[in-house]
């Protein structure tokens, strides 16, 4: 079957630097997502990688290693509008996303 | 741009009833999607739409129906709504004629089935 996980939730404080995981095991791959979505809105896209290595994106980076089925979303400088649950998600061989439950994760100043 | 809408924004809706939830979007984009969203669990598809015309099942399509009869629309019918299906649903688009096509979603519906 196809599995992406992360973890539940992760605290980490205001300023800080925070890392945030995501390893699948899925039918083919064309891409990995990482999505923010604060409680009770829409998730939003912040990030894709489909080749391995770092993709930057002002605070924000993104982590792919193909071959380990890895993924991580780092926060860098961290602010309390960053508090919301990061959704990873994966491109199978027949297009479709498959997501991971979504880590939240709680700034405290 | 509105980008992608849906109504209602919420609903209670008692079992056996029937109901459709409205999704447009105004981006032109081919594909577009319905997913429901549970506490602890990921988005999972209900059903998708790759263009007008046409629709496939996703992961949790029993209890669902959809169409898509041009590009903006894809309503999702709930024919008979038991207590399970109260969650919070999501439709998005995507254009997937591009390398990147990111999916966008829409606010939201959120559905209490009693």
């Known amino acids: 079957g196809q599995n992406i996980d992360q973890p539940t939730e992760m605290t980490a404080t205001e300023g800080a630097i925070v890392q945030i995981n995501c390893t699948y095991q899925t039918s083919g791959f064309n891409g990995l997502f990482w999505y923010q979505q604060h409680a009770g809105e829409a998730p939003t896209f912040l990030s894709y990688n489909v080749l391995d290595g770092l993709e930057e994106k002002g605070r924000f980076s993104s982590f792919l290693s193909r071959s380990k089925g890895y993924s991580y979303l780092l926060l860098k400088e961290l602010q309390m509008k960053d508090s919301a649950s990061y959704l990873c998600a994966v491109l199978d061989s027949n297009y479709q996303l498959i997501w991971g439950a979504g880590t939240k994760l709680i700034i405290k100043p | 741009t509105a980008g992608i809408t849906q109504a209602p924004t919420s609903q209670i809706l008692a079992a056996g009833r029937s109901m459709t939830l409205r999704c447009t979007q105004d981006?032109?984009?081919?594909?577009m999607y319905w997913y429901r969203q549970d506490l602890g669990l990921g988005l999972r598809l209900i059903h998708y739409s790759n263009t007008a015309g046409t629709t496939g099942k996703g992961e949790v399509p029993d209890g669902y129906s959809v169409s898509r009869a041009n590009t903006d629309d894809f309503p999702l019918t709930l024919a008979s709504a038991v207590p399970s299906q109260t969650s919070v649903y999501f439709c998005?688009?995507?254009?997937?004629?591009?390398?990147?096509?990111?999916?966008?979603f829409g606010p939201g519906t959120r559905l209490t089935v009693l």
């Open positions: 981006m032109r984009h081919n594909a």
């Open positions: 998005a688009s995507s254009d997937s004629g591009r390398f990147l096509n990111e999916q966008f």
